[in-house]
């Protein structure tokens, strides 16, 4: 009966696993291997900055309605269009699942239209009531809702621009390699397919000129 030979060390047992991989990891980077992963990456990270913008806008809403609320509380039906719009907008649930669901993308991208068109007849409104157009509170609530406005068309625009480069890798050469070799369950990211006219930033006159 031949005599059992001793087990190695559970180091030296892995040693020649790593050098291989200490040897391969340079050359797959060098080949794009970390492409998808880079893009994708970035993709998500300009989405959270839509969100973030989005967010931002939803937070001003509740001051911007008992603001005017204060000076048109008839204008009843208005501010509950506004209210029920935001309350739509931010209930819907987004994961990162959300950027290859058409459904819940397309979903998500209404309700946010659906608010800026409601804050835009809103802001429309505001044309009635001359105290309220020079009203302190009023007004800067106002520049910080254009800001927003400008913001999450900055926003859209970078998301846009990085879904672009990150759907590009899982169709183009070489990275479509590494994304059938390596990446199978990566899936392109949904972009935004609302109509412009609806995701223009809400339009302010004040009989001054300078408004929009």
């Not at 931002?56 to 000076?71: F, S």
């Not at 208005?78 to 819907?92: D, H, I, P, S, W």
Request: charged share 20%.
């Amino acid at each position: 009966m031949a005599a059992r030979r001793p087990a190695l060390p559970f180091a030296l047992r892995t040693m020649p696993a790593l050098l291989i991989m200490a040897l391969l990891l340079p050359l797959l980077a060098g080949c794009g291997y970390n492409t998808i992963p880079t893009a994708e990456e970035n993709a998500k990270a300009a989405w959270s900055e839509v969100l973030n913008q989005y967010q931002r806008r939803a937070d001003l809403i509740p001051n911007l309605v008992e603001t005017v609320k204060g000076y048109a509380s008839h204008e009843k039906d208005v501010l509950e269009g506004v209210v029920e719009a935001r309350a739509k907008a931010t209930q819907v649930t987004v994961t990162p699942e959300t950027l290859s669901d058409p459904n819940a993308f397309k979903a998500f991208q209404e309700n946010q239209a659906g608010l800026t068109s409601a804050l835009s007849r809103l802001l429309a409104v505001v044309e009635n009531y001359p105290d309220l157009k020079a009203n302190q509170n009023f007004l800067a609530l106002q520049a910080q809702l254009e800001g927003t406005e400008n913001r999450i068309a900055v926003a859209r625009r970078d998301y846009i621009q990085a879904v672009r480069d990150y759907n590009l890798t899982l169709r183009t050469f070489p990275s479509v390699i590494w994304a059938t070799l390596w990446f199978r369950s990566n899936q392109p990211f949904q972009n935004f397919t609302v109509d412009e006219d609806k995701m223009q930033a809400p339009q302010v006159n004040f009989g001054t000129g300078q408004g929009g």
